[in-house]
């Protein structure tokens, strides 16, 4: 079993940044596909980066430029540094792993097998 918990959330101004942490234990594998999601009040649930075995990564149009998403291998450690952050980023993030060399599309998100329970993310002024 994998175990995945987040870190790093909280309230910050528009145009600040955050970094976001997700540390991975039990069965987990540097191996795995890993990413980023997140799900704001009324919408449904999106893709924000991910990252595969050999460090190729994707991102939604909407975070390119901002976002950087990497992992520390030694440290089994996920991250998230999110730059210029906007209102529209406000939202719970989700991390998730996928026992998978590579990872899918940004949009099957179902196909991640482990997630966090998410860290709460506000952009205010």
């Known amino acids: 079993q994998v175990q995945l918990v987040e870190s790093g959330g909280g309230s910050v101004q528009i145009g600040q940044s955050l970094r976001l942490s997700c540390a991975a234990s039990?069965?987990?594998?540097?191996?795995?596909?890993m990413g980023w999601f997140r799900q704001a009040p009324g919408k449904e649930r999106e893709g924000v980066a991910t990252?595969?075995?050999?460090?190729?990564?994707n991102y939604a149009d909407s975070v390119k430029g901002r976002f950087t998403i990497s992992k520390d291998n030694t440290k089994n450690t996920l991250y998230l540094q999110m730059n210029n952050l906007k209102p529209e980023d406000t939202a719970m993030y989700y991390c998730?792993?996928?026992?998978?060399?590579?990872?899918?599309?940004?949009?099957?998100?179902?196909?991640?097998?482990?997630w966090g329970k998410g860290t709460l993310v506000t952009i205010s002024s």
């Open positions: 998730a792993a996928a026992e998978a060399l590579l990872c899918p599309p940004l949009a099957f998100d179902y196909v991640m097998d482990y």
């Open positions: 039990g069965t987990f594998y540097n191996s795995f596909c």
């Open positions: 990252i595969d075995k050999d460090g190729s990564t």
